[in-house]
């Protein structure tokens, strides 16, 4: 059986590493350079990093020169989020070598472009299906956007590659991740799902571990790390059977 990748977060706001609740913009706690962090979770040990642009994704702005140094710094592989709507932002991400890009509000809101970019990069494109209940939320996470399972069976028609899910009520609270909405994704799709939001303890990645043969290949953790409730070692460690 595999192992459950990790991909601890790095969330940059006005050039800061921050991490918010419910991804409301406002709710802001600073954790300082985003290099730094980054390179923190790749000494420890890290495959994957969470690499995410939120001034991008709520269109405050952008902090594209700084991701794209972070994403350079990198050996370990990265995962690139926020603001990709575009034929421009799509190749400045692409240009910085990440592994892969994260879509969220372009395949909601501009389905055409994200079926030729699947058709086009293939496995280098996830798709972030980012849910109140079951209710599709883009722009930074601020707006509806139609019904999860339907938008879900749209993209896995179009050769989507893989699923980022993400409990908006559970992001950032440290109230551990929705397991049924992840079990009841994984029932709906082939494809493999990364689970983001809420992941609080090492029981909870144990948890989404025991998930691996529904479907879940990884777990993203940000605020855990960051309030060390555990180490990025530990958490390892806990996945590593
Ligand atoms: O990923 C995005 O594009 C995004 C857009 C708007 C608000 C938040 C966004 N991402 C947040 C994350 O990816 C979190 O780092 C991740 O869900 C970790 O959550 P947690 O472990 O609960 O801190």
Redesign the pocket.
């Known amino acids: 059986m595999s192992k459950l990748e990790l991909l601890p977060?790095v969330?940059v706001r006005d050039g800061q590493a921050v991490?918010?609740v419910h991804?409301e913009s406002g709710s802001e706690t600073s954790y300082g350079d985003p290099l730094a962090a980054a390179l923190a979770w790749q000494r420890a040990g890290a495959e994957w990093l969470?690499l995410?642009d939120?001034d991008a994704?709520?269109g405050t702005g952008d902090n594209r020169d700084q991701i794209a140094e972070v994403a350079r710094a990198m050996e370990l592989k990265v995962e690139l989020?926020?603001g990709i709507r575009d034929d421009a932002s799509l190749a400045a991400a692409l240009a910085t070598g990440c592994t892969r890009v994260?879509l969220?509000t372009a395949a909601l809101e501009s389905p055409e472009w994200v079926a030729g970019v699947i058709a086009e990069h293939g496995d280098r494109v996830a798709v972030?299906l980012?849910v109140r209940g079951t209710t599709l939320r883009g722009r930074?996470?601020t707006r509806d956007g139609g019904d999860l399972f339907a938008t879900l069976a749209r993209l896995d028609a179009e050769g989507c590659a893989r699923y980022v899910v993400?409990d908006i009520a559970?992001?950032?609270?440290?109230q551990g991740p929705n397991l049924q909405l992840l079990r009841d994704v994984c029932a709906a799709t082939d494809r493999p799902v990364v689970a983001?939001?809420?992941?609080s303890s090492l029981d909870d990645l144990r948890a989404l571990a025991s998930l691996v043969p529904e479907g879940v290949e990884g777990a993203?953790?940000?605020?855990?790390l960051y309030a060390k409730a555990f180490t990025l070692e530990e958490a390892l460690e806990a996945v590593s059977v």
């Open positions: 977060a969330d991490r918010l991804g969470h995410v939120l994704a709520f989020s926020g994260n969220g972030g980012d930074g996470w993400t559970k992001d950032g609270t440290l983001s939001g809420g992941v993203i953790v940000g605020k855990a």
